[in-house]
């Protein structure tokens, strides 16, 4: 299936991560590792002003999986607040104060928008530049713990906050533009050394690479990928610096709905691992990225509280959608395995950064004499017999795997099923049609028992011979079927065979164990 798309809308700046088919993220939630984000280690706030005006420091609390796996269905933040008291007056919500510390419950209906505990920070009455406490977070999510975080909370000090304009529309594949980005110290205090945090998804990087950077890949669509500078300056306050025009931003084969993202922070202790996350980095080559001075103080209108600027660009590219099927062949009675695929063959990631509905759906269609017994994870049964896998963001090389359990439960003769991906309001721009569909064959033989070879061929001496041959005997999935004469039809203890006889089955049997193993198979015995 060959896409053309053009511009459209896109999904949450929350951390966001596929789970098409149950690939994507930890299946098994003791693998999970949740964390609190969006707590800084350290956090200014601006003083009282002479007329009494205390300016609010904003910041948004969550959680997310350190692996980039699914969302938590729900957590529980716990802000000990008491050491801030004349430091500080804390506003969250939707959280319950009691006795110095705020209690937040957040159900997760939308794994896609995950939302957040908001608090607003104002320096309290009578407080003086220099005082400081330290807000300890706690909590559980799915009701396993969370690692405890602090931060730091200062009257004064260094705010770094972030302005700039929009990329540039028109932009295509293998284009560069600045990134128009400067920052403003509106603290009390210089900031004695600086971080810039980039964000990239897929389709987009920095231009060059740069010896003070340090550069990652993640699996998490809005920042696929990650690049940590720092910069050895002294900020005073009401001083302004800007992003030289070698920091670029590069439109890579990859690009269709873009978004790119840049935080500012003083180089405080502990920040540079609150920004890392535990991810691996590795050290840029080249010239140093130097920051731009402006010329004098500046009048700051322009600049809010924010100490992250974000601009989206979009573009025309293609991608293309494919889907695999499988043979299928056993006996009436065996359950077996289809393992269906879904690749993108690119060049173009898919997906929507600020709109996490889905753009597109696996269909499953299967004949009559198939039963489902066990569906992939997030896939659900439609109308008509028809089964539909939501698909949500695809990487440019994405390959999924949607393993359905299903049960043979009558005779069947070259009987076809389909799988078939499905575009929605994009399938206008599908020029490959070819692909987008595959049958699922099916074959059965009714199952029979084997002759006992050890058997007593003399009538009347009592032997028995295992199965009836009314339930079918352990065959293959997709790729081979166990013939109806070979060893495994009967009940081995019941044969009358010597202990030689039935070591050498047993064998036979363990030989076929890598066969057996992929068709779950009830056996009635004699």
């Not at 533009?177 to 990239?200: D, E, Q, W």
């Not at 799988?419 to 099916?442: H, K």
């Amino acid at each position: 299936m060959r896409l053309s798309l053009a511009r459209g809308a896109l999904f949450p700046l929350a951390l966001i991560a596929a789970t098409a088919g149950g690939l994507a993220g930890p299946a098994d939630a003791q693998d999970r590792t949740m964390s609190v984000t969006g707590l800084p280690t350290q956090i200014a706030v601006t003083p009282v002003l002479q007329d009494g005006v205390k300016q609010p420091r904003q910041l948004t609390l969550s959680v997310a999986d350190s692996t980039d796996g699914p969302a938590p269905h729900e957590y529980v933040l716990r802000l000990d607040l008491g050491a801030l008291k004349g430091v500080v007056d804390v506003d969250a919500k939707p959280c319950d104060v009691a006795g110095g510390q705020a209690t937040c419950r957040i159900k997760v209906t939308d794994p896609d928008r995950v939302p957040g505990v908001a608090l607003t920070l104002r320096a309290a009455t009578g407080s003086q530049a220099g005082d400081s406490g330290v807000l300890h977070v706690t909590g559980e999510a799915d009701s396993r713990a969370l690692k405890a975080v602090d931060a730091t909370v200062q009257v004064g000090g260094a705010n770094l906050v972030v302005a700039g304009d929009r990329l540039p529309t028109g932009l295509k594949v293998g284009d560069t533009a600045p990134i128009p980005v400067s920052f403003r110290n509106v603290g009390s205090a210089s900031a004695s050394g600086v971080l810039m945090a980039f964000r990239f998804t897929e389709g987009s990087k920095l231009a060059r690479r740069f010896d003070n950077c340090e550069y990652s890949e993640r699996s998490s669509f809005a920042e696929k990928r990650f690049a940590l500078c720092a910069f050895d300056v002294d900020v005073p306050p009401r001083t302004e610096f800007r992003l030289p025009a070698d920091a670029a931003v590069e439109v890579t084969a990859a690009a269709l709905h873009e978004l790119v993202q840049v935080e500012v922070y003083p180089d405080a202790p502990g920040m540079r691992e609150y920004l890392r996350r535990g991810y691996p980095y590795e050290r840029g080559g080249g010239p140093q990225l130097k920051l731009r001075g402006t010329d004098g103080p500046q009048t700051g209108e322009r600049y809010g509280n924010a100490t992250s600027w974000e601009s989206t660009y979009y573009i025309t590219n293609t991608a293309d959608l494919s889907v695999t099927g499988a043979g299928i062949s056993g006996k009436v009675g065996d359950e077996v395995v289809a393992d269906l695929g879904l690749h993108n063959d690119g060049p173009a990631w898919l997906g929507d950064v600020q709109d996490p509905t889905e753009f597109a759906s696996l269909h499953v269609e299967l004949p009559d004499g198939v039963s489902v017994v066990g569906l992939p994870k997030d896939c659900l049964r439609g109308g008509s017999g028809e089964y539909v896998c939501p698909l949500g963001p695809l990487d440019s090389d994405a390959r999924l795997s949607f393993p359905f359990k299903l049960k043979l439960a009558k005779p069947l003769k070259d009987a076809h099923g389909k799988v078939r991906v499905r575009q929605a309001e994009w399938s206008r721009y599908d020029t490959n049609p070819s692909n987008d569909s595959a049958p699922i064959d099916f074959s059965t033989t009714s199952a029979s028992p084997s002759a006992d070879p050890s058997a007593d061929p003399t009538p009347g001496t009592g032997a028995t011979g295992g199965d009836t041959g009314d339930e079918p005997s352990p065959s293959a999935t997709s790729g081979g079927a166990h013939s109806g004469d070979e060893p495994g039809d009967g009940d081995l203890a019941s044969t009358g065979a010597g202990t030689v006889t039935w070591i050498a089955a047993l064998a036979v049997l363990l030989i076929g164990g890598g066969v057996a193993a992929r068709a779950v198979v009830r056996r009635r015995r004699a």
